[in-house]
């Protein structure tokens, strides 16, 4: 009579063969083990057979409890990694699992920022946080692009440039240019928060300045008129921002492009200089002698006017023309007008004040005379050297901002240059 087979005689005989032989390899194991325990302090403790063989139960116990944890560890793995795990020959004690592949479709997180606290915007970022460039959030226009306002997920306003196509430069050339000006970082200079390479496109993301930007503040219509002391405030602002792009930062930052609309004003009426280095990321190459001029037409020093040639004094000129119109609330050079430009008309006093003589004629008339005397003689004093036809002869901006702070005198500055 036939008895039902049990679950254990229904294994096959390649399953119980491989029992056996597990067997077999754990006290093959065991008896390697022993002579050695024989020669331990251990083992030379063990003086009868009964104390070997309750040794010996012991190890084979432990044995098998390892065994048992390598199984329950190996299947864990494979569960959590859903097959990407490191096969391991059975008689091997894992120490460690590899981490599981990299998949082609995993998230990858931007490329790192290129400077302090810099980030890499995609188009589409840009696109969204201005709407779709919506011509409703165009700051304004300059000779390097379109300026729109824009806000990022997180709620941060900023200001994105456009930059215009024609600077012929690469990608690696422009992020390199990008990764110096994002390591400027000054309270009178416009901070750099990152920046967007697509195609042929260049975006640059400015932190976001409130109260728009000094010519608004000067020749807009409607505005409120600022007084002596801020316009004063203004001006050492702006200087101490030129004053660090050449003197301080490595490599030395020459701007090309000062004027003011290029000054914004926070909303504690504090000066902040843009576009720094924008000059260099649209040239066509590295020298002091450009073929191409990138200033503004009335703010240009004329050494660069005429032969292209550019230094720190042509931004000094330039900063010079600014201070003109904090005194005297005119423009550089008037639309559609036939009078003289701003250098012109303001020359002759200019000399005059220089050499002891009256300057209130030329103070703008929207001030009505309210004004600290030693204030504006100060700006004075600076317009008129800073606007010296020989470059050489120009101060430095450094020298700009003591004479402002009351710390130069103005004989001292007459004798700069």
Not at 2 to 12: A, C, E, F, N, R
Not at 125 to 150: N, P
Not at 214 to 224: F, V
Not at 394 to 415: A, F, H, T, W
Request: proline share 5%; hydrophobic share 30%; aromatic share 6%.
């Amino acid at each position: 009579m036939s008895s039902t087979p049990s679950k254990q005689d229904k294994k096959s005989p390649s399953a119980n063969k491989n029992k056996k032989h597990d067997h077999k390899s754990k006290f093959s194991l065991l008896h390697k083990m022993l002579p050695f325990l024989h020669e331990t302090s251990i083992g030379k403790s063990l003086g009868s057979n009964e104390d070997e063989a309750i040794l010996v139960g012991a190890i084979a116990g432990a044995a098998s409890c390892c065994c048992c944890c390598c199984r329950r560890k190996k299947r864990t793995h494979k569960n959590t990694n859903n097959g990407d795990y490191y096969k391991q020959k059975s008689s091997d004690i894992p120490l460690k699992m590899p981490p599981p592949p990299s998949s082609g479709s995993e998230f990858k997180q931007p490329p790192p920022a290129m400077g302090l606290g810099m980030s890499s915007f995609t188009y589409d970022d840009m696109a969204t946080a201005t709407h779709g460039f919506d011509r409703s959030l165009l700051l304004g226009e300059g000779g390097f692009g379109y300026v729109y306002k824009g806000v990022l997920p997180n709620g941060k306003e900023i200001a994105v440039k456009s930059l215009k196509a024609n600077s012929g430069q690469g990608e690696r050339e422009f992020q390199a240019e990008v990764d110096i000006i994002s390591h400027v970082h000054h309270p009178h200079l416009v901070s750099l928060v990152g920046y967007c390479v697509s195609g042929k496109k260049r975006l640059l993301v400015y932190e976001f300045i409130p109260n728009r930007t000094l010519e608004y503040h000067l020749h807009d219509k409607g505005r409120s008129v600022i007084d002596c002391s801020t316009r004063l405030k203004i001006a050492l602002g702006a200087a101490k921002g030129s004053a660090y792009l050449h003197e301080d930062c490595n490599p030395r930052i020459i701007h090309r492009d000062i004027k003011a609309a290029n000054i914004l004003i926070d909303s504690q009426y504090e000066a902040k200089v843009a576009d720094f280095g924008l000059a260099k990321l649209s040239s066509d190459d590295n020298t002091h002698v450009s073929t191409r001029i990138m200033g503004t037409f009335g703010y240009l020093a004329p050494e660069y006017a005429s032969m292209g040639k550019f230094t720190e004094k042509s931004d000094v000129f330039s900063y010079g023309v600014v201070l003109l119109e904090l005194i005297t609330g005119r423009r550089p050079v008037e639309p559609d007008s036939d009078e003289d430009s701003l250098i012109d008309w303001a020359g002759p006093t200019l000399i005059q004040a220089s050499e002891g003589g009256s300057y209130e004629e030329m103070v703008d008339p929207l001030l009505r005379g309210n004004y600290n005397r030693d204030e504006m003689h100060r700006m004075v004093a600076c317009a008129a050297v800073c606007l010296r036809h020989a470059a050489k002869k120009r101060p430095k901006m450094s020298q700009i901002v003591r004479v402002l702070q009351g710390e130069m005198s103005l004989d001292e500055l007459n004798e700069s240059g």
